[in-house]
């Protein structure tokens, strides 16, 4: 036995769905949804290896570089001050850094200045003792602003911290102007002390 044709009301439905469909496609998508391509090129990492003035047998300047949040670089206790330094292999062009702590500790104060050296020994204050608040509320993340310096070892001179008697850092991220190193123009931000070399 033969089914009945369609009817007409459910073809053009169908039809109408269809080329709504496909003109959804073809439409520009709102501004709000489109990601910003310009603050998504505006930033270039490259590669560090870490080392500290010392480190806790157990928490290793490695890592404050390894990515991961919930492992992290000790100083030695009761004795500032201390640094963490990256090298970053190569003169790069950095402007920016982003220091972190595990997401889960308390707030805590750490005094530390930012410094700079073309080659290891002799060092340069870039930014001035400042104490830096590691807040679990905004991901115990820190942002140093730097004037864009041309530079392959950066040092953190840690003076002070008032949650533990030592210093500490689970992530040292430094970043870049758009085009840094090797001419890089990322289509995300990304960090310095990771890129490899």
Same mark, same amino acid.
């Given at each position: 036995?033969?089914?009945?044709?369609?009817?007409?009301?459910?073809?053009?439905?169908?039809?109408?769905?269809?080329?709504?469909?496909?003109? @959804? %496609?073809?439409?520009? &998508?709102?501004? !709000? $949804?489109?990601?910003?391509?310009?603050?998504?090129?505006?930033?270039?990492? /490259?590669?560090?290896?870490?080392?500290?003035?010392?480190?806790?047998?157990?928490?290793?300047?490695?890592?404050?570089?390894?990515?991961?949040?919930?492992?992290?670089?000790?100083?030695?206790?009761?004795?500032?001050?201390?640094?963490?330094?990256?090298?970053?292999?190569?003169?790069?062009?950095?402007?920016?850094?982003?220091?972190?702590?595990?997401?889960?500790?308390?707030?805590?104060?750490?005094?530390?200045?930012?410094?700079?050296?073309?080659? @290891? %020994?002799?060092?340069? &204050?870039?930014? !001035? $003792?400042?104490?830096?608040?590691?807040?679990?509320?905004?991901?115990?993340? /820190?942002?140093?602003?730097?004037?864009?310096?041309?530079?392959?070892?950066?040092?953190?001179?840690?003076?002070?911290?008032?949650?533990?008697?030592?210093?500490?850092?689970?992530?040292?991220?430094?970043?870049?102007?758009?085009?840094?190193?090797?001419?890089?123009?990322?289509?995300?931000?990304?960090?310095?002390?990771?890129?490899?070399?």
């Amino acid at each position: 036995m033969r089914q009945p044709p369609p009817r007409p009301r459910l073809i053009a439905a169908t039809l109408t769905t269809g080329l709504l469909a496909a003109a @959804g %496609s073809l439409l520009p &998508t709102p501004a !709000a $949804a489109r990601p910003d391509i310009g603050a998504q090129r505006a930033e270039t990492a /490259v590669a560090a290896s870490l080392s500290a003035s010392s480190s806790h047998p157990e928490y290793p300047a490695g890592n404050a570089g390894d990515g991961n949040p919930a492992t992290y670089w000790k100083s030695a206790n009761n004795a500032f001050p201390q640094w963490i330094q990256a090298d970053l292999g190569a003169a790069s062009e950095v402007n920016r850094l982003v220091l972190k702590l595990p997401p889960g500790w308390g707030t805590r104060t750490q005094t530390l200045s930012v410094q700079n050296s073309t080659n @290891g %020994s002799t060092f340069s &204050t870039l930014v !001035a $003792a400042t104490g830096y608040s590691f807040d679990p509320a905004s991901g115990n993340t /820190v942002t140093v602003d730097l004037p864009t310096t041309n530079t392959r070892y950066l040092r953190l001179h840690i003076t002070a911290n008032n949650g533990w008697p030592a210093g500490q850092l689970s992530e040292l991220e430094v970043h870049g102007p758009a085009g840094g190193p090797d001419n890089q123009v990322p289509t995300a931000p990304t960090n310095l002390a990771t890129r490899p070399r």
